[in-house]
């Protein structure tokens, strides 16, 4: 059984993508100068809130509204307390994290009647793009996955546009940079930063639609697993260079399809589950290691010229 | 129309018990360069957070183009046409100089950030007053300069009629000093006002038109520059009457417990300290004069070894100690009262005993070195010496166990004194010893620095208060942007040529003081 094939490809932007969209989440906050570590429990509630709507409804897509809606709401907490009412970010995102945890798993026993997971007949997940097959490559790659996937991507590009490209953007950057600065000249600091926390449980929301809908279509207790807590460390470790963020979250992606690979060829369980967290980290160590390399590098030259 | 651009009718404002602004009377002529002067804690800062919306005063008026103003925030100061070059840059160092200037005011098109307008509009605005710089540049990358002026362009890229420059020459070099003289003069022929706070004399003399100079919160004196003289200025500024507490003269000089070599410091590639080399002998009080900022505190720094230097030798008791840990300058005999007292000098939160016993919490009574007990302290010992100190300087305290933060400045700075001197240094060094400290325990504390040196040991007193120096110092150094720039006995300092020398003016007159 050969382990690199097309289908691997799609397997690794499968795993990859909730972090995607978590990562991005961290990574807008970070620039605005929002340390966002409540990215876990969002997503987790995400996930929740997806199967939740998709149940109900009957519709994936209605599921993967309330899951972004709710998720966005449930970030006013972290948003408001913060940016408004300057309480201690983090403290607040172990609150939500902690809570997360402890809702979901009520929540699954009160109104479903089960623990553990949920996974009901007819439970309707995100669908695949069938009409992408046949298309050399890119059919082999996205036709079984749901349209979140190559959403992710197309976000993050625009996200970054809109970064580098609007007076928003700009003033975003310049809110997470220096502030004090940033209010002199008229942007109200404390707006921007809030709703640049509330975007990001927005993107919090997709991603755990994204794992609970379009990766499988159930729900378990605590199904997000630590992938909120990589993407913090991925933003954390890129240092906020934008291009390097999807680079890290396919490392774990690929990590993660590699463990099931191995699964597959009778490598024991828990070696397979722990080596992509294992994995990841190592990349992204290498990868701040590059990453801040090349930067000293590129100024050193300059330094001296002044 | 009148032609003053801004008035200040009566501007007071208290912060707590000390009073900044006292009654401040000033009038902006239009296209003129009103330099307003004075000391260190004169009031010109408060002022020019007043005026430019930072503070509010407690009364008083603003009035702007004939217009009463109440500015609520900087915006509003800068919609009336205000613009401030703060001292401390507020720029953005990862973007480029056209996106710091238009920040917050951006040419768009189609939603998108217009940058060929942007960088057009930095290009003109640069033309039109002759400030060279680069719109792609990265803000990170550029000299002191350089970034002053990228914040001289988003003050006018906003329309700035009047443009208030705090201590603009601190940062700069010469060259750099003398291109922004000349883009002052060119925008003010172009129309637009200009403030220029500073304490250097040879500046005003040279770019200002008018002089405001504020002492202890009041203006102390107004002059049309042209028809003034830096002697008046000085006097203007510093004027106060000399108290001279006497030094009872220079008794027996005996060996050199310091001695600094040409000891350079640099910090963010800035040099702070440049080539300074004095010595300290025991029996002598050797004082530091200069204007905050010159470079006093990172030479402190580099004798304790707080700060690396970056050349040069420093020498404590005949033992070269450059590069040693602060410890091993401690134990060689160094004793240090720290300019901040609340942050370096004192654990605010811990008590007065605890406080007392830092740093001679391993030698007996309070320490055990050896035997049963070892690595303890004893408590009854920290605090029968602590009472002991509080009694013979007179520690004004609710008891030993209160904290430090809570007492006042001028018995804080005792308990810093108290520690600092039991530790029977051959050396002291003495920062600011007496700022913001009450007149009682200036006196007390003078006493005590001129006991410890009848002792037999070395001071090095540094210190921004001339009659500070004059009462307690047998020699005084001055020091100008890093540099020591003249040398005083006490035979031959006097307020007024010790204040010249602090401001640059001896050292940009080319003057000889030392003689």
């Known amino acids: 059984m050969s382990i690199f094939e097309w289908s691997f490809v799609a397997a690794v932007l499968t795993s990859a993508t909730p972090i995607l969209f978590a990562a991005l989440a961290g990574a807008l906050c970070a620039q605005a100068g929002v340390f966002n570590i409540a990215l876990e429990g969002q997503m987790l509630w995400g996930a929740f809130a997806a199967v939740a709507g998709s149940y109900y409804t009957g519709n994936a897509w209605a599921g993967v509204l309330v899951a972004v809606l709710s998720t966005a709401i449930y970030s006013v907490i972290l948003a408001v307390g913060a940016a408004r009412w300057k309480a201690d970010p983090i403290i607040i995102a172990i609150g939500t994290n902690l809570l997360s945890l402890g809702l979901t798993g009520f929540l699954l026993r009160v109104l479903f009647d089960t623990s553990g997971s949920f996974a009901p007949q007819g439970l309707n997940g995100i669908g695949t793009m069938p009409f992408l097959n046949g298309i050399p490559v890119i059919g082999d790659v996205f036709a079984g996955q749901s349209v979140l996937v190559p959403l992710a991507f197309v976000l993050i590009v625009a996200a970054g546009l809109w970064l580098r490209l609007t007076p928003g953007g700009l003033r975003l950057r310049g809110v997470g940079e220096h502030p004090d600065a940033a209010a002199t000249l008229g942007i109200g600091v404390a707006r921007y930063q809030a709703w640049v926390t509330i975007l990001g449980g927005g993107l919090c929301g997709l991603a755990g639609a994204q794992l609970s809908l379009g990766n499988v279509t159930l729900f378990t207790e605590n199904m997000t697993a630590g992938r909120g807590w990589i993407a913090v460390a991925a933003v954390i470790l890129v240092a906020n260079k934008a291009f390097w963020l999807p680079v890290a979250c396919l490392g774990f992606g690929a990590a993660e399809a590699l463990g099931f690979r191995l699964q597959g060829i009778g490598a024991p369980q828990q070696l397979t589950d722990a080596a992509p967290y294992a994995i990841t980290l190592v990349v992204l160590v290498i990868m701040r290691v590059v990453v801040t390399r090349r930067r000293t590098h590129a100024l050193t030259p300059k330094e001296t010229l002044v | ?515």
Request: glycine letters at 10%.
């Open chain 2, 1 to 515: 129309m009148s032609t003053a651009a801004v008035e200040l009718r009566a501007i007071s404002r208290r912060f707590d018990a000390v009073v900044a602004n006292d009654g401040i009377d000033l009038v902006l002529a239009r296209g003129t360069v009103h330099a307003v002067m004075g000391e260190n804690g004169a009031g010109k800062s408060t002022l020019m957070s007043i005026l430019f919306g930072l503070v509010r005063p407690d009364s008083g008026e603003i009035i702007v183009d004939g217009e009463a103003r109440s500015f609520q925030s900087p915006l509003d100061a800068i919609a009336a046409g205000l613009g401030m070059v703060h001292q401390h840059f507020r720029l953005f160092d990862s973007m480029t100089v056209a996106e710091n200037v238009v920040f917050g005011a951006e040419p768009t098109r189609g939603g998108r950030i217009d940058r060929a307008a942007a960088d057009a509009r930095v290009r003109s605005l640069a033309e039109r007053y002759g400030l060279d710089t680069d719109p792609q540049a990265r803000v990170g990358d550029l000299s002191a300069g350089a970034r002053q002026r990228v914040e001289i362009l988003k003050a006018l890229h906003r329309d700035a009629r009047i443009l208030i420059l705090d201590e603009p020459t601190a940062v700069l070099t010469p060259s750099e000093v003398t291109s922004l003289f000349t883009v002052i003069r060119r925008a003010a022929e172009g129309g637009t006002t200009v403030v220029l706070v500073t304490h250097k004399i040879q500046e005003v003399l040279d770019v200002s038109t008018e002089v405001t100079v504020l002492r202890d919160g009041r203006v102390s004196g107004r002059f049309v520059t042209a028809d003034t003289t830096s002697a008046e200025l000085v006097r203007a500024m510093t004027g106060r009457e000399v108290e001279v507490v006497a030094n009872p003269g220079t008794g027996t000089l005996g060996e050199t417990v310091l001695e600094v070599e040409g000891v350079s410091v640099v910090d963010a590639r800035v040099e702070r300290v440049s080539n300074v080399s004095l010595a300290v002998r025991r029996g002598e009080i050797v004082g530091i004069a200069g204007v905050s900022g010159n470079g006093q505190h990172d030479l402190v720094a580099a004798i304790l070894g707080t700060t690396p230097v970056s050349a040069g030798r420093i020498l404590l008791g005949g033992d070269d100690v450059t590069g040693a840990p602060v410890a091993a300058r401690r134990s060689a005999g160094l004793a240090v009262i720290p300019e901040d007292r609340r942050g370096e000098g004192s654990a605010v939160t811990m008590s007065i005993t605890e406080n007392l016993s830092l740093g001679h919490h391993r030698q007996p009574p309070i320490g055990r070195p050896k035997g049963f007990g070892r690595g303890w302290m004893s408590l009854p010992a920290a605090r029968t010496r602590a009472s002991e100190q509080i009694s013979s300087y007179d520690i004004r305290t609710s008891g030993e166990k209160q904290p430090v933060g809570s007492l006042s400045g001028g018995n804080a700075q005792k308990v810093v004194i108290a520690r600092e001197l039991a530790f029977d240094a051959p050396l002291l060094i003495a920062e600011q010893p007496t700022q913001g400290v009450d007149v009682g325990a200036i006196e007390a504390i003078h006493g005590r620095l001129l006991d410890y040196r009848a002792s037999g040991r070395g001071i090095l007193l540094v210190s921004h208060e001339i009659s500070e120096l004059l009462a307690l110092a047998d020699r005084v150094l001055v020091m100008f942007a890093g540099e020591i720039v003249a040398e005083f006995d006490r035979s031959q300092a006097s307020a007024e040529r010790i204040g010249a020398a602090m401001a640059g003016a001896a050292a940009a007159a080319g003057e000889e003081w030392t003689a």
